[in-house]
């Protein structure tokens, strides 16, 4: 089984971004983390601020993996272009976020891309990565 | 550890509701998957489809339980008062759908809960609850 | 031939609530002009002023009626709980409003349950449940 | 007894018209069988597609009938003339729509001429005619 | 004279809930020291979690009462059924709420009880029913 | 001089309809009064009840006449080709309205015609197209 | 008769402020005008940029004049205050504003004085007080 | 104890304006029975049609009194200044409205006052001013 | 192939009316270009300014053509009935405007008509026309 | 002559995607079509799933072609920014979209380029393009 | 060079009025600093918490000042009045806000004034009155 | 002192866009006067027209500059990602748009970058850039 994990803009910098917000650990060593707890499975990773690479990278994923888990972060609440990308590839896509987007400001609150994911998890920390991959090994 | 699973209005006929949206399986046969694979901990179980026994029953958890997951069904969309009563309880509260509320009717879109909750789980089928009582014990 | 009607809140105060609106008639006496009139087919009546009563008699409607005739009084406006329990049992359900309810408050033009109705009559006073009835019967 | 029928645009060529959503009866010959359910009264008939003409109908039945049966179609949505007409004429007015416009497009769920008219039938396809004969009937 | 004050949902645990918002005396507490400072009128006190139970409640005390002080809590915001019960009693209803609502979030500025009710009163914390009753008394 | 009063739907019922509204006279008996008092300017008079009347009327004005009177009752609240029509023609339009339109139902304050007009006259009563013709005469 | 004229702000610099919108008169002279053509009754004129100044005025005016020729300027789109002072004096008022307000800015569209208005003339210039104080000499 | 008592525009006028709405008593007659009610405290008070002037008299209380009792009329739903009067002065404020402001047009259903006061009275004619004096006594 | 272009109102003065939008060319000339253009084809042509009338030809025009190209003017962005007409034929229908309306009032951004057409030409001019008859052809 | 082509995000994949809405030809294919049925003008092509790399290229076609047709794909409903890359080239652009947008999804109704564009050609397909060459030919 | 600022409603207590936003430094104090700092140009100072007054003083300064800085406080966000003084003299004007009014409550982040002002600087403290008088000698 | 000048999309091409909006100078020599005028400080320029580019940049800026002045063109009215970039650095932004973005289309009226920004300047041209480098200087 092969899982990609895709992060959107500003989660490169993951543990120095609002830390009340996103937390203290940054997702390389999170992301160590995750690999050994699932060792079983290949975990591909791929972050970019651009809107237009995260679409690039979601067509190539097409036919390579059995899920996407997808962080795209402030993209989720304006991009249609990637909600798109989404719909054109077969692979199940579930959406996370760190932080409960329900809880902040109300353009958080609505995401383009939900309606045409698998799933949506939202406001258990990197925890959420760890939930999202869970529920692909247990389809 | 002791865990609340907490049920609103219509899910007590789970199975025979609408499966092609919420699916063919009813909540008890779930509910003993639930408690085998969970067989550490303590997992109660409450169905209403009565708001005020809701409300109720949320209030007499306070202190007896690490946490509650909750579908609160329609009353998720409408209901200020359980809003209220998750707020008036200090353990932590993590709200699951079963089906894509995102990719249903508008009205099904928000949640009052949501904001006042630990996390959100959409969108999994009955799977959520697995992944929500993970989400406790991960903590 | 076997029919449900349901009456929601405050429809059990006919004939002394708001009289010129509701007009000075009680159910029950009505309810016995109309088992006369519909003296063929079985007539079972319920009244409540909880939603989640309503909820409960709906499921337990399921496959015991021909039809069920709802007047959910105000919750027609603020329940998708029951629109949720509409959509769940497989007999058709009319829906009756007493009043012009596009006559009276902006709150009061919506409802959730209409959707998902096999009609609607509203105005017709407690002729509408008779029409209600009709409409079962000639179908 | 005198009741007058009017059906507004695109009802003339009910039958061929989106048939799964308005049925396959012609509207003439569901007339033939009204008038011989309905024998002891009198029942004139008139469809326009011209919403002034309609108008100029609804005029002309003041003083002439004891009730209109109308069916505006979508003039319902969009109509304050028609509107008018109806408060400016003594005769009570009933609306009928025979599919049933709340589970439609939004912009079907409003009626203009809703709140002055004496009630409202919709969803029963071409038996609300008959339910709002009988309405006038039972009055 | 007699005096119902009505609480609904959570007001059961007051000076638990949330005390920096509802404050930290409980309602009994506080009950006790209205009777006594209003020794010369009776005052009975009913609270529930559950919409319907107050209906039945200010159903049932129509004709009992000179008055009644009612602070739904959150069903204020969401009940068009209390609303409706309101309207259908002939004593007077005074609405209050411990916290200031238009200092909270947007779904708690708006009642849909106030335009039935003799008065609102918000914003004084428990003092609130003292002033309630203040203006029955005062009448 | 000449002017051309054009009238709208239902207002050739004008002192039937609604009096209490539009008052108790009929328009060509104040049409009298009115050429009376303009004795020495041409006033000519059209009414329909149809949309596409009025705007081959308006068409038909243009070059005829200095000025049009024109009420086009409901329709100045839906009328977008209306509006299209004043704007193809280069006599000046006035429009009147006999009722204060912003006295009454919400779906009346607003027209469409208006910025196209080279004024607005409305609640004076019949008085209005007074106003209006004497606004085209002291210009 | 006596009439008195209100102006409400910026209309002191008629004739400076914007004339391509506004015109090139100065409103003094244009009263000098007006009192020779009406030189049977009794014109009165008060101007202020206050928006209590003009309360203070329609307040005083109340029992003093036959009618009251009112141009609240911006004021008309804001002030909830003069709307009030309107209604609670006995003397009918028209409202005149001297540009089309509906071919402007969306925010000039509304008037919350115009419902209390015996009536509004609108976009005829400086010639809208002349029709106004006619509207009173013909009532 | 020093109270400030603060009337908005045309509360002067009280007893004479629309008194089916605001009552047939003068406030200055009112003020005098409530100082000899409290004639324990130092009531003091102050009117102005003028915004402007309400601010200052707002503004020059700070320090001056232990409370203000704010009837800012139709400011209330208008005035952003006076809001940020009340928020920079440290002495409370307690709203009061005479009428039911949520019984009567939309534009008077919302306060941008309230958010910033201690509390809101509504509805109860001039008592309110004593409930609103009671609650600074009773803190 | 047998094509009807049906033009909806005002669209009989093109060239008169508001050139700087519309242009100077009349239909009647463009048409004779347009059928020499498209000799092999033929192509009739109705115009109305009457809505009704316009559905009375589009109905008409059922299985007696291969397309439709309807320009219904100011009546796409109000005309619900017509819609229903496009929705009741068999044949295609392209919907044409001269002017860009995208650029033009925000009451002309929509068009009721568009999502039940086979495709939109917006802004072309007269060319749209011939655009529209080229999609028929090569289909 | 020479035109250039730029199709924006999820265009690269046309064939693969969705083609039940977008169909079944990939655009390379297409292409070659294209410019054999135009051989007699210049067609360059671009594509990309980047919002800046198309705000480039336009930026860079300024001078170089006469026209340019444009399917932003998903940008044409968020991208404020290729509107102002747009307004800033003095060539003309032509917006296409393959499929009907206006069939779809709300937030595919709208486009914040189309009143900066020539024209608009929305729901014909592949064949879109083709009409768009054809108004720069026959300008 | 002259300029003249002018401050509105509640700007008179700066230092005092909720530091935390607006900082413990007072207007006055500020003045010298800035006209030191600005000691070869003419700076005159009004401030006002009425809106006329601010009106009067905004026209008087016509034709005297080569630039009005302008902080209306909260009636930026309310004053058409305002507005339209300021569109009737022909000095510039800049509008200036002390705190960030993005950051503030959704009222706050919309200024009538605003679309007919040179520029506006929001934000920086006092800082935004000495950028803005750089802005009139840099020009 | 080190600042950085971040443009967004389309200011690459200043000089020549929409000249009457946004003036006929370009950037590059702009800058040349802009570090003469401030030859004290260090000045580094970025510009970008992909939202990604302009994330990464901020992101970089982080820690090595004093203070951003940022101009993200149309950016400011669409992106969320580009608003979490300002909030995870900690040296002050200053938002400048050259155009008084308040005086066109309702889009630019609003920025999703203000709130998280030390201040905005708005309406000064190419100024603009200077006064947000005095505000860092000044600070």
Redesign the interface.
Same mark, same amino acid.
């Not at 609440?77 to 272009?81: D, L």
């Given at each position: 089984m092969k899982i990609l994990i895709i992060n959107?803009?500003?989660l490169?910098?993951l543990g120095?971004?609002?830390p009340e917000i996103y937390g203290y650990q940054d997702f390389n060593g999170f992301l160590e983390q995750l690999k050994k707890r699932f060792s079983h499975i290949e975990i591909d990773y791929y972050q970019?601020?651009?809107?237009?690479?995260l679409?690039?990278r979601i067509?190539q994923a097409?036919g390579q993996y059995e899920g996407i888990v997808l962080n795209a972060?402030?993209?989720a609440?304006?991009?249609?272009?990637i909600?798109?990308?989404i719909?054109?590839v077969s692979c199940g896509v579930v959406e996370v976020h760190i932080s409960?987007i329900?809880?902040r400001e109300a %353009?958080?609150?609505?995401?383009?891309l939900?309606?045409?994911?698998?799933?949506?998890?939202?406001? %258990?920390g990197l925890?959420?990565y760890?939930?999202a991959i869970?529920?692909f090994i247990?389809?």
């Open positions: 959107g803009p500003n490169n910098i120095k971004r609002q970019s601020n651009h809107e237009g690479a679409i690039d067509q097409d972060g402030a993209y609440h304006t991009s249609i272009a909600t798109d990308a719909q054109a409960n329900y809880a %353009f958080r609150h609505t995401s383009y939900a309606p045409y994911c698998k799933g949506v998890i939202t406001g %258990f925890m959420g760890q939930l869970d529920s247990n389809e």
